[in-house]
């Protein structure tokens, strides 16, 4: 059952503006448009890959955020949704994951299972985009409240996210780190990596951003 915090978060991303980084990685796929979205929440990225022609696997550990995608999206035959874990899905072949703010929540002893499974999901040239929490975030702090929100906090400092990058040709990677207070008027750090990445077996090439 989703907490009030959970279903107000869900309310308050529904109609989200979508990433650049997002409209980029969609840029790059001209055919076998499958997407997966990986903890889609109230499904902002899944509207915006069926505009652009995708046919959508998306999941989500809440019951709750599977229903607000069933109901938003009735009637839409091309997408999947299903109520699961990051572990438990079982991952089509695709040419896009998608994973925007949901690996955070990822438990450790899961993660490398989950990436490969990722890995292996995606065709040749298939493209990840998502984002990874980095260990100055508040959220990986004492003051991010386990009981209102996900309990599992995954952070990754950046040389461990060029090594879980190897396989992929590094298209963007942004790191965000910055202060500012959240939509409740509370301090927040943000740090977040984002990631835009093919995967391939060449060499991994580096284009790095950061807002510090
Ligand atoms: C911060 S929200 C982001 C939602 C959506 N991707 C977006 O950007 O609007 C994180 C989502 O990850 C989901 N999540 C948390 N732990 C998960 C897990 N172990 N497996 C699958 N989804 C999970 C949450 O239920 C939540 O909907």
Redesign the pocket.
């Known amino acids: 059952m989703a907490t009030e915090e959970i279903i107000a978060y869900y309310a308050e991303?529904a109609g989200?503006a979508i990433r650049p980084d997002l409209v980029f990685a969609t840029s790059l796929i001209e055919s076998n448009k499958v997407a997966i979205d990986?903890?889609?929440?109230?499904g902002?990225?899944i509207a915006y890959l069926r505009k652009e022609g995708f046919i959508v696997y998306a999941?989500?550990?809440?019951e709750e955020?599977i229903k607000i995608c069933r109901e938003r999206f009735k009637g839409d035959e091309s997408i999947f949704l299903s109520q699961n874990?990051?572990s438990s899905f079982n991952y089509p072949q695709s040419a896009l994951v998608v994973a925007?703010?949901?690996l955070f929540?990822?438990p450790k002893t899961e993660f490398e299972k989950v990436w490969n499974k990722i890995h292996d999901s995606l065709t040749t040239d298939g493209v990840f985009c998502g984002s990874f929490l980095g260990s100055k975030d508040t959220m990986a702090g004492p003051s991010y409240d386990k009981s209102a929100y996900?309990s599992n906090i995954l952070t990754f400092e950046e040389e461990d996210l060029w090594s879980k990058l190897k396989e992929f040709e590094i298209l963007k990677f942004t790191e965000h780190n910055v202060a500012g207070k959240t939509a409740q008027g509370l301090p927040h750090q943000w740090h977040i990596y984002s990631v835009v990445a093919k995967k391939s077996n060449e060499k991994v090439q580096r284009t790095v951003k950061k807002w510090c």
Request: glycine share 10%; with cysteine.
């Open positions: 991303t989200r990986c903890g889609c929440g109230a902002s990225d999941f989500d550990i809440e955020s874990s990051f925007d703010a949901s929540f990822c996900w």
